[in-house]
């Protein structure tokens, strides 16, 4: 039996442990006087024992029946106790419990209801959908047997949803709870609950960190457990709904933060009240207003007199040829498909019913004050952003290695752009994440030469396409307190489920928000500014630069985050979303945001993709922290599988946090997720503290070791031998992203696929003659040790730099002059430019320069070449490098267009 420090995650841990205790039960009525009985027993014993810790906080099957499990057990019952445990089992894995009621018991069995876990979408969908309310109060056994009574009395035929209860009888367990047990949608807590959990166990103490840890739990007041629990369970779920049982005066209560709590009820016992705002707090959150406008639009009858012929599918119907599109998308799909916005739906570009209520209710679940749909991607959400709040000749700080979308936003708006550069990461050919030490020394300078008032946005993407994540919180504190009415647009394309996992949100750009705003109001913090300024009057960069600076309590939060939802959510593709907490958006922002919105969306959006993003927002709400906690266990799992396994470990490394963020930039010391012999690291000390962490659910490895490149390993090996589909690779790792619909069997299956090819790789090697060896050496030194380091930003050419100490560019004039051919020329990348440079002429690239990978410029129009650059496109041996020509060349601009264009910018400046 695995050691529970082998297991990342509790809900890991239950399902293993209950198809452990089939297993050994299952042996032992097979043999029950076999030689292995006694260990057997022994092992069975264990198994009841983990479990008992963690059943307690689960309605199915229950303590009741799992204590009677025990009981026929150690009575010697082992035939009823197979059959219990064996109908647990599947119910528990197959979700069946959810369905209908599961007898445990031989009495109870009914054939024809085996199979129903295997039901057909169709017939799930007509299934009320359950759920558990977590009950907090310290009761015996008839209490609660008559509390769960009441509350399943209530029950109706028409309720929308079923639910059953489940009873922990103290603060601590709430939390553990409503974490471990992702069924949770509701928390009833009555006055009669205590602090301390009797559950003392390493894995659900975990859980307990996530909530704040038992430190900052234990100085709270008796009479203040149920509030506080309220509060808590915010932080960490705020998806749920709180009910508060107490006898606490009005007065008392209405001056306290209660977190969650939907309302109160005062010392009574109305249960039926209860399950009524219990049910239509859940319904609040499973509405979806456009995809049910949608659904409802596709059952009425009507005649098409405007465009688009495939409209209620009449197109295909009458076809001759195109039956099999028919076939294959079924009618609905087609029903659903118009170009109307009355009969019940609703604009995209002026929303005033459905949609505008689904994007309120995204609002609400990802903690924005405004939230906008697009359904061309989070390219145009990124040209959106910038074009509303970037003028001509505002300065933006733009993280260098960002999407390419953002320098063609920098290019639509007419920004000066200063560039910024990450950390590289030389030896596995990727960026990292711009330091905040870098950051303040450009706001710095900035602010010395005059300039801070035409700062305008700092432009991060959070978390990289590696998984390089900011701490989002200190980076736009510091900035604040530099510059006060910053804007910050993060990129959080890849970031979108982060919101639903406790550990993860801290980080999110909208969690952010609303800390800093509710923190600038706070008396303490006006206190901590006063007392900072007066300590750092007249101080020296340097001295700013190694302080932890703290904004004015005037300070505008100005934050915006744009979201790939159909990268990490559930959405077709191209479905994504604008998130918007910013104080000034009403006054300053709306009419222009309106303006850049009509721009660059569709007139004729597609109402399919709509209506995903309306339902990906009620499936997050209800169940994205499972699903999100899913997704971490199976990466860890992932890493745990690699970094143990003897084989793979020749020629395969995961990369850890160590590998990927230099350590002066971990603060908690944390080097790896997992280490074989001391078992799973808590990632919530590193997540709460570190500058930059690592998102675990991005698993890079490096696969130069076995002598291929990135690129080669991803497309001949992984893509055609094995159909396993990937996308971001360097020159020696290729990165595995888990997502909300990862499985265990994916995980295994993929782990499968490395040990064949680890096997194949072995007996090649066995059988090669001493030049193969040497030439499979030379492959692997290549990939892993001869590497090219990556450049930083060269600087703009003067010509399109104004202030070169600053070092601010524009790159919209000169993307503009290459349209004309008489300002380029091409050289070619061997011999021909390095024969200009030692000339002394200084190459100036006339487009963007985009290899993939790494898939970011390493060069923009009006950016010098410099000799790092060029000897890093020599180096690249990769497939594709957008902007360059292999037949001609580079494109740069001829000297006299530069010469021309000098001329131009010093009489603008005179």
């Not at 499990?69 to 959810?98: D, K, P």
């Not at 558990?132 to 509350?151: G, S, T």
């Not at 005066?249 to 010392?267: K, T, W």
């Not at 029903?335 to 109307?340: D, V």
């Amino acid at each position: 039996m695995q050691s529970m420090s082998d297991y990342y995650s509790a809900v890991q841990l239950r399902s293993d442990r209950w198809n452990a205790l089939r297993e050994k039960l299952e042996l032992l009525h097979r043999e029950p006087e076999g030689r292995r009985v006694k260990s057997v027993h022994a092992e069975a014993v264990k198994l009841f024992d983990s479990l008992a810790v963690i059943e307690r906080y689960w309605a199915f099957p229950g303590m009741a029946a799992f204590d009677h499990m025990r009981r026929q057990f150690e009575s010697g019952h082992i035939a009823e106790l197979v059959f219990a445990v064996r109908r647990a089992t599947r119910a528990l894995t197959t979700g069946a419990y959810r369905r209908r009621l599961i007898p445990l018991d031989r009495d109870g069995y009914d054939d024809d209801h085996d199979e129903e876990a295997l039901l057909p979408p169709e017939a799930r969908a007509l299934t009320k959908p359950y759920f558990e309310v977590m009950i907090v109060d310290d009761v015996n056994d008839h209490q609660e047997r008559w509390l769960k009574a009441n509350m399943t009395l209530m029950r109706r035929p028409e309720d929308a949803f079923i639910y059953e209860p489940v009873v922990v009888p103290s603060l601590k367990d709430a939390l553990i709870g409503v974490l471990f047990n992702h069924n949770v949608q509701a928390i009833v807590v009555r006055p009669g609950l205590r602090m301390d959990s009797d559950v003392d166990l390493a894995i659900l103490t975990r859980y307990l960190n996530r909530a704040g840890g038992a430190e900052m739990i234990d100085d709270i007041a008796p009479e203040n457990y149920g509030p506080e629990l309220c509060r808590m369970i915010g932080r960490v779920r705020p998806e749920l709904d709180a009910y508060l049982v107490t006898d606490r005066s009005v007065e008392d209560i209405a001056g306290l933060d209660l977190g969650i709590c939907r309302r109160v009820f005062y010392n009574q016992e109305d249960f039926m009240e209860l399950h009524l705002n219990i049910l239509r707090g859940v319904q609040a959150r499973y509405k979806t207003p456009f995809f049910t406008a949608l659904k409802e639009y596709s059952k009425q009858p009507t005649g098409v007199f405007h465009a688009m012929p495939i409209s209620r599918g009449k197109s295909i119907s009458r076809s001759h040829w195109i039956q099999d599109m028919g076939a294959f998308y079924g009618p609905n799909i087609f029903l659903a498909e118009t170009s109307a916005t009355s009969g019940g739906l609703d604009s995209l570009l002026e929303p005033h019913g459905p949609i505008k209520e689904a994007q309120e209710l995204a609002a609400r679940a990802f903690g924005a004050k405004q939230t906008f749909f697009a359904t061309n991607g989070t390219s145009t959400c990124n040209k959106i952003v910038v074009q509303a709040l970037v003028r001509p000749g505002d300065i933006v700080l733009v993280d260098r290695d960002c999407h390419k979308s953002h320098h063609y936003g920098m290019v639509l708006c007419g920004a000066q752009v200063r560039y910024l550069d990450s950390y590289p990461l030389n030896e596995y050919s990727m960026y990292g994440a711009v330091p905040l030490r870098e950051i303040k020394h450009q706001l710095l300078k900035l602010k010395a030469a005059g300039k801070l008032d035409q700062v305008r946005m700092l432009l991060l993407t959070n978390c990289t396409f590696d998984g390089i994540v900011y701490n989002v919180e200190r980076v736009m504190e510091e900035c604040l307190a530099i510059k006060p009415d910053l804007i910050f647009l993060w990129d959080e394309a890849w970031f979108a489920f982060a919101r639903f996992g406790p550990t993860y949100r801290h980080r999110t750009g909208m969690h952010a928000a609303g800390v800093l705003r509710e923190r600038l109001k706070s008396a303490d913090h006006a206190n901590a500014y006063e007392t900072q300024a007066k300590a750092l009057k007249d101080a020296d960069e340097a001295t700013l630069l190694a302080t932890r600076l703290i904004p004015p309590p005037n300070a505008r939060v100005r934050v915006y985050t744009t979201q790939s939802t159909h990268k990490t959510l559930t959405s077709l593709r191209q479905g994504s979303m604008i998130h918007v907490n910013d104080q000034d958006f009403k006054g300053e922002v709306e009419a222009s945001f309106h303006e850049a919105y009509m721009t660059h969306t569709s007139t004729s959006p597609n109402y399919q993709i709509i209506a995903s993003l309306d339902v990906g927002r009620r499936q997050v709400e209800l169940e994205g922290f499972e699903f999100v906690q899913r997704q971490v266990e199976a990466a860890m799992a992932m890493r745990r599988a690699i970094s143990t396994h003897p084989l793979l470990q020749k020629y395969f490394k995961v990369l850890t946090a160590g590998d990927m963020i230099p350590e002066g930039f971990r603060e908690s010391g944390v080097e790896s997720y997992y280490h074989p012999e001391q078992g799973w690291t808590d990632i919530w000390d590193c997540w709460e503290k570190d500058e930059f962490v690592l998102d675990a659910t991005r698993v890079t490895l490096a696969v130069g070791g076995t002598g291929w490149d990135g690129d080669t390993f991803k497309t001949d090996v992984l893509m055609d031998k094995y159909g396993i589909q990937i996308n971001k690779t360097s020159r020696n790792t290729v990165l595995f992203m888990t997502n909300i619909g990862t499985t265990r069997s994916s995980v295994a299956y993929l782990i499968e696929v490395l040990v064949e090819i680890a096997k194949e790789l072995d007996d090649r090697l066995d059988d090669a003659s001493k030049m193969e060896r040497l030439a499979f050496e030379r492959r692997v030194k290549n990939l892993m040790q001869d590497l090219p380091p990556l450049p930083d930003f060269s600087h703009f050419h003067s010509a399109f730099c104004a202030d070169a100490e600053t070092g601010e560019g524009d790159i919209r004039t000169p993307f503009f002059l290459a349209y004309d051919e008489n300002n380029c020329d091409y050289l070619e990348l061997d011999g021909g430019i390095e024969a200009e440079m030692d000339k002394g002429r200084e190459v100036v690239s006339a487009s963007f320069i985009i290899p993939y990978p790494p898939g970011f410029p390493i060069l923009v129009p009006g950016q010098v070449v410099s000799r790092e650059i060029l000897a890093f496109m020599r180096a690249l041996d990769v497939s594709e490098i957008h902007g360059y020509r292999a037949d001609l060349g580079l494109r740069v601009f001829t000297a006299e267009a530069l010469a021309r264009q000098t001329k131009k910018l010093a009489t603008a400046a005179e």
